[in-house]
């Protein structure tokens, strides 16, 4: 019940709020962007049990804030959220989530160059993507409380030989940690990935560009080593702000210490698509070579992601995703060695918002997930977040 009356008083401020039109504020150099969320759901797989999985009702609340450079030559960033959810009926299983997030960035200039770090706790299964660029979801999906861990940076100079055709030497560096939360918190994977990558680029038009390169990666964790070399074209195009794809197409030959060698074809493509004013589509999707976790064997990663978002009436959106995922070991026999168990994952969901004031947002939500061994989980929630 409790949940329940934050979600009216929230939606009383809210509407208080209505003649308030902009979000955030300009403080100096910076902008700073506020906001605070209640959510109530129902979980069909709340718990797992003795005698199977049991379901549950629980409540969240949130807080975040985020701020952010004024357009300069460098854009930085940086955001913090922290959140708790309770259970009705497992009150032992109620914990804690937060994100915490940083970002700098050289733009505009032929010298590329940025870091970026995230440490997230999450409790299920973390499979957001961002379209606007192409992030996400997590390298190793669990639907267990888990924290993570990722560091990134790079660094790379685009030569340009003509108006047309330039050359971009780069070397990148990722760090990924994610552990289980709990009793010993016990850590799921740990790699380290440095890459070095030469591409050449030429802009066929104002908009559409071609690349070819190849690139060289190491990759250690914990148990081995592994050596990976590609070989690759490319292609993307700008039609608008909104409206872009980028697609690549490779072959990859990989050599690790314990886990054997293979050879694949390796793509990666993204597509965000303005099909009319009110409604949008996008797509991701390709797969890669990449460590093992949880003691098994490297393997190959596949990802297929979709969605759209419609802007129906007024105020209100509808909007739907879904996400695939598939791991298969470098010499194919993952099904039959320790490695990752849950192999064919499934991710569907769908949301109908409406925009109750330019600062308060409601949300209905429901989200199917199919991982293979466990039963089908399905989550409906109502959720109300407020932004200033």
């Not at 914990?95 to 590329?112: G, I």
Request: charged share 20%; net charge negative.
């Amino acid at each position: 019940m409790k949940i329940y009356l934050i979600l009216l008083v929230c939606a009383g401020v809210g509407l208080s709020a209505a003649g308030q039109e902009t979000r955030g504020k300009n403080l100096g150099p910076v902008r700073v962007e506020a906001e605070a969320g209640v959510r109530a759901a129902h979980d069909s797989r709340a718990i797992s049990l003795a005698s199977g999985y049991d379901d549950d009702l629980y409540s969240e609340v949130h807080a975040g804030l985020t701020v952010e450079n004024q357009p300069a030559m460098f854009k930085v960033g940086a955001g913090a959220e922290y959140g708790y959810r309770y259970y009705s009926e497992y009150s032992e299983i109620d914990d804690d989530f937060y994100t915490l997030d940083a970002l700098l960035t050289l733009t505009d200039s032929p010298l590329k160059m940025g870091v970026s770090g995230e440490f997230r706790k999450s409790l299920n299964y973390a499979t957001a993507y961002n379209e606007e660029t192409g992030e996400g979801p997590d390298s190793v999906l669990t639907d267990l409380p888990n924290t993570r861990f990722l560091a990134e940076g790079n660094l790379g100079y685009e030569f340009a030989v003509s108006d047309r055709f330039s050359i971009l030497p780069e070397y990148g560096v990722e760090y990924y940690n994610q552990r289980l939360s709990g009793d010993g918190d016990t850590e799921i994977a740990d790699w380290t990935i440095q890459t070095v990558h030469a591409a050449a680029s030429y802009q066929y038009t104002e908009k559409t560009r071609f690349n070819a390169g190849t690139e060289y990666s190491l990759q250690e964790n914990k148990t081995e080593t592994g050596e990976v070399a590609a070989a690759y074209v490319g292609a993307q195009s700008s039609i608008s702000d909104k409206t872009s794809w980028k697609v690549r197409l490779g072959y990859s030959f990989a050599d690790y210490e314990t886990s054997g060698s293979g050879t694949a074809l390796v793509s990666d493509f993204n597509m965000l698509w303005l099909a009319g004013e009110q409604l949008r589509f996008y797509g991701t999707g390709g797969n890669e070579y990449q460590p093992g976790y949880d003691g098994g064997e490297a393997r190959i990663l596949y990802r297929l992601g979709y969605g759209f978002r419609w802007a129906l009436l007024s105020r209100w959106t509808l909007s739907g995703r879904g996400l695939h995922s598939y791991e298969d070991g470098v010499d194919g026999a993952a099904a039959g060695s320790d490695a990752q168990t849950d192999d064919l994952k499934h991710f569907f969901n769908t949301s109908l918002g409406r925009e109750i004031t330019s600062r308060l947002f409601g949300t209905l939500d429901f989200s199917y997930t199919i991982d293979g061994i466990d039963p089908d989980r399905a989550v409906v929630s109502l959720s109300l977040l407020y932004r200033y």
